[in-house]
């Protein structure tokens, strides 16, 4: 019970996601494209003084992008300044750590060049092409093989988030409320911080660089202002640009179905934002970025990098702590010392406008926790008697019971439902022979790792010693098992096929017919509609089935196999979800 | 010429794939015409008399998964004419089956929509036949026997549009019978049910009807 309550917790706690790291790549390196020539050779200078000369993972251009050339395999690929930004906040949790992770984690290069596959496939396709959801999920699941501490980064993603309204009009007033000390962290805030981090150590920076000739002179202690300067601006950036995303202005509350549900649906079908300068635009979000998405946030990043290039310069910077935040703790509250400033709205001005709670959007869910649940389902069987037909049947089948989601914990199209129903049986023979057709029955489904079951019998018991290890497991189950051999295909909208052997068992019983025991085998579902508490989904199931009867029904044999098909609609009742505190932040 | 072939009905295929939404949804087919099953020796002696051809309603819930395939559940009920009967006797007769089936659309590839000509083949995982043969007065009694199986219907349909979402809709099947078991009693005895195999029967239809293309919001 401790075990699973473990696993279910640690489940049930990942939260929504930002931008896709190709995608955070794309939009930087689209802001560096907008510098002036003067500005972009400044941060080119910054950036091979501060951070490329500190070995091979930094590319030597500042605005290289992922690409063919700077990550050509998994061992020698080399980050820009645009996979900065996409690795700060989902992948660090600092600037430092951010550093260390590009020069030392073994799992950078890896993570590199999965995401600049998954941008060579996404920029090609359109922005409703269920091909990206489908690799969106594959991404998303790498993420999580790849980097070991990805979910536990992920605990305070709210910060990622732009702080909705509480009745705010003007976009100073917001900001006040969003860098207020002790306020919950939000993109506004962890933006503002970093930025005038990085302002003020390419400030500090400046005396000690020195133009000889062609190239720039740095003193160590200025050449480390400029890392500085530059790792906080990455960090700085990965947030302002999750600002643009419509999943992250639709505010983070409710409980976590809820949370997710509402990110991945603003994502995915975008939202009529305005920003705070008065332009309306439609803002899609994480896996859906669009051009205009990209142009709009290419613009805040080039006004931002406009701004560290002016204090590479020399420029003046506004006072304030240099203590990092650890933006992925979720007890880490606004700094103090955070103002509005002419300079900070120059660059939200052309964020869109975050809902407010009271009259904001209306909120979606996704299929992520407990629930009640009823089925109807038609099947029909054939047993097989040497190369004739044994017995044969149609029934309906009555389900009631209970389980668990965890579909949207993961990723999307996962086979993350458990659950346990139990079966009123009806069979069509009631009607040919007068032979009794009313029978009991009970139908079990549960992902598995390697081995039916195994999820009760092996992760279970790991999530008591090691939680992060069992949630592992549970995702390689949920994502198909083992090679994923059994992961759906989604072949549309809300169409998916999949293998499924051993995930789903029904045992029915019928007097004078005996037990009948049906294993699908392959799945086709679809139709979903899901309105926040309940789910409706079609099932269609073909697979093998086992009957124990009596010889006499069975032409002299007591056991015999043969083919199930079935069809049926399974509705599932979403019950409340604990969120604490998450139901009103 | 074959990889040309095969080439020009990827492209046909990933275009009716790519389609828009309007064309999946559910689709429920109500047909009724005449049907029954192909005389043999077996189907003349499981009960008394001959059954002939008569009435017969199928119906169709198919869900159109993509435009060129759908996939759904087939039910049908046939009335039988039994003919053949000693003096004085008569009885009631009818088969019924239901099970799932697959249907393809060819011309949908093509996105010609005013007709649609389609072919499916089915697993009706339960098929009936019963009679109740009620004997003369003298013997004033009931016979009741039924045989029952599984059969694999192929049809062959043809569905031309009148408006948006309505079709006139003919249907031909033709569906070999396997038969896994026999049963009879009399009276108020309870049914005695042997094992039955052999080579199947055969069951025809030819039906029209109509067809509907429902969708829901999603």
């Known amino acids: 019970m401790r075990s699973a309550a473990a696993l279910l917790a640690l489940a049930l706690s990942l939260p929504a996601h930002a931008w896709l790291l190709p995608e955070h790549d794309r939009l930087a390196a689209a802001g560096i494209r907008l510098l002036g020539t003067e500005d972009r050779q400044l941060l080119q200078e910054a950036w091979a003084r501060g951070l490329a000369a500190a070995g091979p993972r930094f590319c030597s251009d500042a605005g290289q992008e992922l690409s063919q050339r700077s990550v050509p395999d998994d061992s020698r690929g080399c980050a820009g300044f645009s996979a900065l930004t996409a690795l700060a906040g989902d992948h660090s949790c600092t600037p430092d750590e951010l550093a260390a992770t590009v020069e030392s984690a073994p ?37 999580q093989q790849i980097d070991p501490l990805y979910v536990a980064r992920a605990q305070n993603n709210a910060a990622h988030f732009l702080r909705v309204r509480e009745g705010e009009s003007t976009l100073d007033s917001y900001l006040q409320g969003s860098l207020a000390a002790g306020g919950k962290l939000n993109a506004v805030a962890i933006y503002a911080h970093f930025h005038r981090v990085a302002l003020r150590a390419a400030a500090r920076a400046a005396p000690g660089c020195a133009r000889e000739g062609e190239a720039w002179r740095c003193g160590e202690a200025a050449a480390k202002d400029l890392r500085r300067a530059l790792l906080a601006e990455a960090f700085a950036e990965h947030f302002l640009e999750d600002s643009f995303s419509a999943g992250h202005i639709v505010g983070s509350w409710g409980d976590v179905g809820q949370r997710l549900g509402t990110h991945d649906y603003y994502s995915e079908h975008g939202l009529d934002a305005r920003t705070w300068s008065g332009e309306i635009y439609s803002a899609r979000g994480d896996a859906f970025l669009s051009a205009e998405d990209e142009r709009r946030g290419a613009a805040a990043v080039a006004e931002s990098l406009g701004q560290l290039a002016a204090a590479l310069r020399g420029g003046a910077a506004e006072g304030g702590s240099d203590q990092d935040l650890l933006v992925c703790q979720a007890a880490t509250t606004v700094p103090a010392g955070l103002e509005p400033s002419p300079q900070l709205a120059e660059v939200v001005r052309d964020e869109p406008i975050p809902v407010s709670r009271a009259h904001g959007a209306p909120r979606f869910r996704s299929e992520v926790g407990l629930f009640f649940g009823l089925s109807l389902d038609g099947s029909g069987f054939a047993l097989l008697r040497g190369s004739g037909l044994g017995y044969s049947d149609v029934r309906l089948r009555l389900g009631l019971g209970a389980g668990l989601a965890l579909e949207g914990a993961f990723s999307r199209f996962m086979d993350g439902q458990l659950f346990v129903d139990l079966l009123l049986v009806a069979s069509m023979h009631e009607y040919a022979v007068a032979r009794r057709g009313i029978g009991f029955g009970v139908r079990v489904r549960m992902p598995f790792v390697v081995l039916p079951g195994d999820l009760l019998y092996l992760v279970a018991p790991s999530a008591i010693v090691n939680p992060d290890f069992a949630y ?17 295909f989604i072949l549309r909208k809300t169409l998916s096929a999949q293998w499924m052997l051993g995930r789903e068992v029904t045992a029915s019983w019928l007097p004078e017919v005996g037990w009948t025991v049906d294993v699908p085998v392959f799945q086709l579902s679809g139709d979903r509609l899901f309105n926040g508490a309940f789910a409706t989904e079609t099932v269609v199931q073909v697979g093998g089935t086992l009957h124990v009867g009596p010889a006499s029904l069975l032409g002299g044999s007591s056991v015999l196999g043969g083919v199930v098909i079935g069809v049926s609609e399974r509705i599932r009742r979403y019950t409340p979800q604990d969120c604490g505190k998450d139901c009103e932040d | 010429m074959g990889g040309r072939a095969a080439a020009i009905c990827f492209v046909l295929a990933s275009t009716a794939l790519a389609e828009d ?78 099970g799932m089936i697959v249907r393809f659309h060819p011309l ?55 408006t948006e979402g309505f079709a006139l809709s003919a249907s031909a ?32 239809f030819v039906g029209l009807g109509l067809r509907l293309h429902l969708r829901f919001v999603s």
Not at chain 2, 39 to 61: C, D, N, T, Y
């Open chain 2, 173 to 204: 099947m033709w569906s070999p019978w396997f038969l896994a078991e026999s049963c009879a009693s009399q009276g108020t005895a309870l049914p005695a049910c042997q094992a039955t195999s052999g080579a199947p029967e055969h069951y025809f």
């Open chain 1, 107 to 143: 799992w950078v290069g890896p993570l590199l060049l999965n995401s600049r596959e998954l941008g060579d496939l996404f920029f090609r396709l359109p922005a409703d092409d269920q091909e990206r959801v489908s690799a969106w999920r594959e991404h998303n699941l790498a993420l």
């Open chain 2, 108 to 162: 949908s590839l093509a996105h010609i929509e005013w007709i649609d000509p389609s072919i499916g083949l089915g697993a009706d995982m339960f098929a009936y036949s019963r009679q109740a043969t009620q004997l003369p007065p003298d013997l004033d009694t009931e016979v009741r026997s039924a045989i029952s199986g599984a059969a694999l219907p192929l049809v062959a349909g043809l569905d031309v549009m009148v």
């Open chain 2, 21 to 98: 939404q309007s064309h999946i949804g559910f689709e429920p087919t109500v047909l009724v015409g005449a049907g029954g099953f192909a005389p043999s020796a077996f189907m003349s002696s499981w009960a008394q008399g001959e059954r002939k051809p008569s009435v017969a309603i199928h119906a169709l819930l198919v869900y159109r998964v993509f435009r060129p395939f759908d996939i759904g559940l087939h039910v049908a009920h046939q009335w039988l004419n039994v003919t053949g009967l000693p003096d004085g006797a008569s009885a009631y007769s009818s088969a019924a089956g239901g």
């Open chain 1, 472 to 488: 592992q497991l549970a995702q390689i189950a949920v994502a198909g098992g083992l090679g994923r051999l059994q992961r759906q």
